[in-house]
T-cell receptor, first 112, second 119 residues
Framework: DQQVKQNSPSLSVQEGRISILNCDYTNSMFDYFLWYKKYPAEGPTFLISISSIKDKNEDGRFTVFLNKSAKHLSLHIVPSQPGDSAVYFCAASAGSQGNLIFGKGTKLSVKP | EAGVAQSPRYKIIEKRQSVAFWCNPISGHATLYWYQQILGQGPKLLIQFQNNGVVDDSQLPKDRFSAERLKGVDSTLKIQPAKLEDSAVYLC?????????????????FGPGTRLTVL
């Protein structure tokens, strides 16, 4: 049973516009959430994270929103750039020593 | 700062053969992870080391998979014998500390992975 779900396998956005990537989770014990970005033939790279005590975390063009009641988080990229084209993985952890559980990823394509 | 190194980058073997992957983490990182990423899926943790001790190997298929980190630095992951369903990318990651409680010290840095194809 998938505990972290990314229901959109792909997303295409125009350069300069907002990209919104979504993630749902089922385990109410998850208390730390992360987004990783992955280019082809490279390992995932940490992008941004959020603790369950917050509902928003911002880092430059990247903002993560957490809605605990809906068990939903989203990553906003504004403005989107062609270099943002990659696969984005949502991941979650339960407890400070918990393991990372990854979603299947969403492939973002930003078109010039 | 050098990143996580992995070798080989690609490996093709026939089922029932054995294979080994090597990982060199970022210098000073005490925590090392091995993940399996099957095509179309997210990475799945196989084993976590803290220095040279195993912290979590609950998802490691121990009948065929083994891993070691003898001196608390480099690590090897072995599959013997391989099955068709072992075809995947094997990712190694490292962090200064385990867990997710204190920001950048917990960030997991991934290597480029080893793509294994079992025929």
């Amino acid at each position: 049973d998938q505990q972290v779900k990314q229901n959109s396998p792909s997303l295409s956005v125009q350069e300069g516009r907002i990209s919104i990537l979504n993630c749902d989770y089922t385990n109410s014990m998850f208390d730390y959430f992360l987004w990783y970005k992955k280019y082809p033939a490279e390992g995932p790279t940490f992008l941004i994270s959020i603790s369950s005590i917050k509902d928003k975390n911002e880092d430059g063009r990247f903002t993560v929103f957490l809605n605990k009641s809906a068990k939903h988080l989203s990553l906003h990229i504004v403005p989107s750039q062609p270099g943002d084209s990659a696969v984005y993985f949502c991941a979650a952890s339960a407890g400070s020593q918990g393991n990372l559980i990854f979603g299947k990823g969403t492939k973002l394509s930003v078109k010039p | 700062e050098a990143g996580v190194a992995q070798s080989p980058r690609y490996k093709i073997i026939e089922k029932r053969q054995s294979v080994a992957f090597w990982c060199n983490p970022i210098s000073g990182h005490a925590t090392l992870y091995w993940y399996q990423q099957i095509l179309g899926q997210g990475p799945k943790l196989l084993i976590q080391f803290q220095n040279n001790g195993v912290v979590d190997d609950s998802q490691l298929p121990k009948d065929r998979f083994s891993a070691e980190r003898l001196k608390g630095v480099d690590s090897t992951l072995k599959i013997q014998p391989a099955k068709l369903e072992d075809s995947a990318v094997y990712l190694c990651a490292s962090s200064l500390e385990p867990g997710f409680h204190s920001g950048s010290r917990n960030t997991q840095y991934f290597g480029p992975g080893t793509r294994l194809t079992v025929l």
